[in-house]
């Protein structure tokens, strides 16, 4: 395999809102690399996302919007229908917002990872995805997403940075997909672990239904609501360290 450059790790964070606390921010902020915020409309509010913004500053964590769909009550796991111009506005929209918080921290936007089913949709769809690329241009910074779609088919059409991910907490279908899921559930740290590890050495890795596929990276997600996400991380941290 030939020599690459480290890979982050990334973690969807501030997917809290009001009173209600969910994820485990303080302590993988500790673990992470890059942090992926949300901005309000699956998940956040002002309050969360300038307290996620100075936490990620502490402990020396880059930040990028994690713009999703309207949907607080379904988190932003359930599909709409929407045109290109809504998508290109709800990631405009988002990420200027959080981009307030990070002016006011002197932070430097990084990226931009849309959320749940926002980024299934950007994944399927060609014309939204061009919509979002639009979008994702105008802050000049990297798209996160999953290679071998219209994530980063698109991006190239574009011009715009692509970042491929690694998923440890979710199943891959056959067609290199991810099977995704509503509710959050527990990882093997193990697992995950070995999962990185395989994919590190070039290696293809095992579908839902044991076929191999090949997973083009340079950053791996851990998921920041599942139970156990800061062993799962350290898992994942301890395997690129080595």
Request: charged content about 20%; some cysteine.
């Amino acid at each position: 395999m030939a020599a690459r450059e480290r890979v982050l790790i990334n973690s969807d964070m501030g997917e809290a809102f009001g009173l209600h606390s969910f994820g485990n921010d303080p302590e993988l902020m500790q673990i992470i690399d890059l942090a992926n915020v949300a901005c309000g409309f699956h998940a956040g509010d002002p309050g969360v996302m300038r307290e996620t913004v100075a936490l990620a500053k502490k402990h020396d964590v880059r930040v990028g919007s994690h713009p999703g769909l309207p949907d607080l009550v379904g988190f932003g796991r359930r599909r709409m229908t929407m045109r290109p111009d809504e998508v290109e506005s709800l990631i405009l929209y988002q990420t200027g917002a959080l981009l307030g918080f990070l002016h006011a921290a002197d932070m430097p936007l990084n990226h931009v990872k849309p959320h749940g089913a926002l980024w299934g949709m950007l994944a399927d769809d060609a014309e939204l995805m061009r919509a979002a690329a639009r979008a994702v241009r105008v802050f000049d910074v990297p798209f996160l997403g999953l290679a071998g779609t219209q994530h980063d088919r698109v991006c190239a059409e574009e011009g715009v940075p692509f970042i491929g991910e690694l998923y440890v907490d979710m199943n891959y279908n056959p067609d290199g997909t991810l099977a995704l899921v509503r509710a959050a559930h527990q990882t093997d740290p193990q697992a995950a672990s070995d999962r990185v590890a395989t994919a590190l050495r070039g290696e293809p890795i095992a579908a839902a239904d044991g076929s191999l596929i090949d997973v083009r990276f340079a950053s791996v997600c851990v998921h920041s609501d599942s139970p156990n996400a800061p062993d799962v991380a350290r898992a994942v941290r301890a395997t690129i360290d080595a």
